[in-house]
Every structure is written in structure tokens, then in C-alpha cells.
């Protein structure tokens, strides 16, 4: 909290700001403004609301300076920034860009929200570090809902490669030393394949079967075709890590392409397709590949695979530090408090890489590392406050939802009561 102090305006928000960010690592059911009020001793969820909401809290700043923090702690290691998409369901159309659109989070089309994120994936650690609201073309261009859920007037329609290319150059401003950026099929364009290269960036992006690569004999084919070129001693069998039924393995095939995304003034570097086909099912996955130095199909598989550190980041977010459940409806209030629930996420990651670093040459054998669940038992226990418990403030927060709920039912009621009026 001391890193992003001077983002504030006064004292009392910062102050709020730090309860907040504490009250969702404590062991609470759910996390919302409500709950996390309750549990800090507050008697209402004003002060929260207001920090989320109304508070002179420059929060793009703080989520800058965050980054710079993470940097430092992630300097010499190998980076790989990875972007994904994940989704929550709302209820009302009203929550800013929540509209009916897919999210492979819910498993289907949904009204939701969806938001890209970034995260910095090493060999120990994974860092979310950056996240951009989508908002829908239609919901982009509602005036009306616009000044309702209080989005900035400058702000455009992007779809999700653009929002993943504007966070990975503040990543590179901010100090975050990252050698490659990885993606799914989303991600995969020329025109996100093409910045990656003018950032000095490689990638290795998932590709659908239809996209047409250009090898090196000049033959111009859809990567799905390919494979009938392919013979056996084209495939190599390697372990991709470990699974809950033992080590996972596939097949592997690395063929050379040309680019068809250099910049101007960048040299052709090296590119490749690569397929991946499953050692049972022959289900295949296609990637495409490049970066400026010559490379082994290891480090291609090592680097594909880091993409999939971006779904425990999601889970870490989700499970333990109520990324999904702000109930948050503005703009403002929507980034707040993925702002927090990524600093509480931040403290865990780091937290547990520096337990793990400090105590692994002595390290028993018969124990395994700490994880983030056993981590949080030893942080509420030793470091956080415990949730306010005690009867009277139980009860005067139990009236306090009684009465706010009634007061709904009546609203609820009357407005049934006009709108049969008008019928």
C-alpha cells in the first residue's frame, strides 16, 4: 500500500483502501462491500462504496506503480506474458459491458461481463498484472448507458488483441523484463503478431485450422493440411509437466515458415509452426511461433505451455480473493476493485515465492511446497485481522440487510404497481 500512497487525495480513502485490500484475504463466504465492510468493524458499507465509486483515487496510476513493484521482484527470470479473457455473469444490463456475448469461463454465450488480463508467467511464479474491461461494440456506442455506468468519453471501442497489445507496452514501460508474449486463438492475428515484433517481443500464439502459413518451399497452406506432409520421424514424443493421472505427453512437430508479420526495418528473425497432436485421441492444436534468435522445439514447448499459467492466476483471483464477486455496476468502481483483489493476489504469489525461496535449500523432504490455501491459514493466523465477530455487531448487520431488503421489496412493488398502471 505504501507503494501507491501518493495515487490518493486524502488519508481517509487510502485508509479504506488498505482495509479493503486486507478484508479480502481474511476468511470470509463471499467478498463484496457488504460482507468486507461488516468484517472490518465498519456499521455500513458507505466508506467502501465510496472509495470504489467517488473517491479522488487516481487508480491507472496505481495499477502503473503496482506493475513497477512486480518488476523488481520478477528481475532475472524469464518472462512470458500471457493474455486471456475471463468472464462474470451479471444480472442487470446495466453493470458497464455487461452484455450477451461469450465467455469460456461461464461455458457459453451469457449476459456477462468479460475483461482481458495479463499476467507475467516465470518458472515460479504467476503475476497478474495488468486487466482491461471489454465493452461490447453495441454497449460502446450506448450513450446513454455510457453516462450511466460513468465511462471516460475518450474512451473507444478495442477489441481484445488491442487491449492485449496496450497492456503488454505498459508492461515493457514499467520495467517488466519479458522475452515472449503467448496466447490463444484470440490472439493470434497478424496485426497483434506484428506488434509483439515491433516490441522486441517473440510469441507463440494458438492459431485455428484454417489459417494459411507460407513454407519455406513457398507452398501457401492451411496449417490443417500439414500435417498429411508429415511422417513419423517428423513427430517427437515430450513431457509437457505434470497432470492429477501423472506426467502429460504429446506429440510434437516444429516446421519452418516465413513471416508474414516483420515490421518495417526488422529482420526476418526465425519463424515456425508448430503442431501439437494428443497421444490417444490425435486431437491436434496449431501454433505459430517467432523470435529474433534461433530457437529449440524445448523452449517452444516451454513457452506454450507457460500460457496456461494464466488459468491458475484466474483461479488464485477467483477462489481466494473475490476477483468475480465486487458487485460492482461502474466503471470506476469496476476497476477499483479488480485493482485490489489483484494486489491481494500480488501478496499471496510473492509472498509464497519468497517462503518458498528462503526455506528451500533446508527444506524437508517429506513436505511439499507451501501452497496458497496453507499459505492463507499461516497469513490469517499470524498477520490479518480476524473478522469482526462479536454478537452485538452481528446483529446490527443482520437489521441492517433486513431493512435494506425490504426497502428493495417496497421499490420492487411500486414499480410493478406503475408500470400495470401504464398498462
Not at 74 to 102: F, M, N, P, R
Not at 268 to 289: D, K, N, P, Q, W
Not at 371 to 400: G, M, Q, T
Request: proline residues 3%.
Amino acid at each position: 500500500m505504501g507503494a501507491i500512497a501518493d495515487c490518493f487525495k486524502r488519508r481517509e480513502p487510502r485508509q479504506a483502501a488498505a482495509e479493503l485490500t486486507s478484508g479480502l484475504l481474511m476468511e470470509l463466504e463471499t467478498r463484496n462491500c457488504w460482507t468486507l465492510a461488516e468484517a472490518a468493524g465498519h456499521r455500513s458499507p458507505d466508506r467502501f462504496q465510496h472509495l470504489l465509486a467517488r473517491a479522488k483515487f487516481d487508480h491507472e496510476a496505481a495499477r502503473r506503480k503496482i506493475a513497477e513493484q512486480v518488476a523488481v521482484h520478477l528481475a532475472g527470470e524469464e518472462i512470458v506474458l500471457v493474455a486471456d479473457e475471463t468472464g462474470d455473469e451479471k444480472a442487470s444490463e446495466y453493470a458497464v459491458g455487461a452484455a450477451h456475448q461469450y465467455s469460456g469461463a461461464i461455458g457459453g454465450t451469457a449476459k456477462c461481463q468479460v475483461a482481458v488480463h495479463l499476467v507475467a508467467v516465470t518458472a515460479r511464479m504467476r503475476v497478474m498484472i495488468d486487466r482491461k474491461l471489454y465493452l461490447p461494440r453495441e454497449w460502446a456506442a450506448d450513450d446513454e448507458r455510457r453516462e450511466l455506468a460513468g465511462v471516460p468519453d475518450e474512451l473507444e471501442f478495442s477489441k481484445k488483441p488491442d487491449q492485449a497489445v496496450a497492456m503488454v507496452r505498459d508492461a515493457l514501460e514499467a520495467g517488466v523484463g519479458a522475452d515472449w508474449f503467448a496466447g490463444d486463438e484470440v490472439y493470434g492475428s497478424r496485426a497483434l503478431r506484428r506488434s509483439m515484433r515491433a516490441m522486441g517481443l517473440g510469441y507463440a500464439v494458438a492459431v485455428k485450422q484454417n489459417q494459411k502459413v507460407t513454407l519455406r518451399s513457398g507452398l501457401h497452406i492451411e496449417v490443417r493440411k500439414v500435417i498429411n506432409k508429415l511422417t513419423s520421424e517428423n513427430w517427437m514424443r515430450m513431457a509437457t509437466g505434470q497432470g492429477r493421472k501423472g506426467t502429460r505427453e504429446y506429440y510434437w512437430s516444429i516446421i519452418d515458415i516465413r513471416p508474414d508479420d516483420t515490421p518495417d526495418g526488422h529482420e526476418a528473425g526465425t519463424s515456425a509452426l508448430i503442431v501439437r497432436r494428443h497421444r490417444y485421441t490425435h486431437e491436434t492444436s496449431f501454433y505459430l511461433c517467432h523470435h529474433q534468435q534461433p530457437f529449440t522445439l524445448a523452449k517452444l514447448i516451454e513457452v506454450i505451455c507457460r500460457r496456461w499459467g494464466v488459468e491458475e492466476a484466474f483461479q488464485l483471483g477467483k477462489s481466494f480473493v473475490g476477483l468475480d464477486q465486487g458487485q460492482v455496476t461502474c466503471w470506476n468502481s469496476w476497476h477499483r476493485w479488480s485493482l485490489f483483489s489483484m494486489i491481494a493476489a500480488i501478496v499471496l504469489t510473492l509472498t509464497r515465492a519468497a517462503t518458498t525461496a528462503r526455506t528451500a535449500p533446508d527444506w524437508p523432504p517429506d513436505l511439499a511446497p507451501v501452497s496458497c490455501p496453507e499459505l492463507l491459514k499461516l497469513l490469517r493466523a499470524s498477520a490479518l485481522s480476524y473478522p469482526a465477530r462479536n454478537i452485538d455487531h452481528v446483529v446490527f448487520w443482520s437489521a441492517w440487510r433486513l431493512h435494506h431488503q425490504a426497502v428493495a421489496q417496497a421499490c420492487h412493488r411500486q414499480r410493478h404497481h406503475r408500470h400495470d398502471q401504464v398498462i
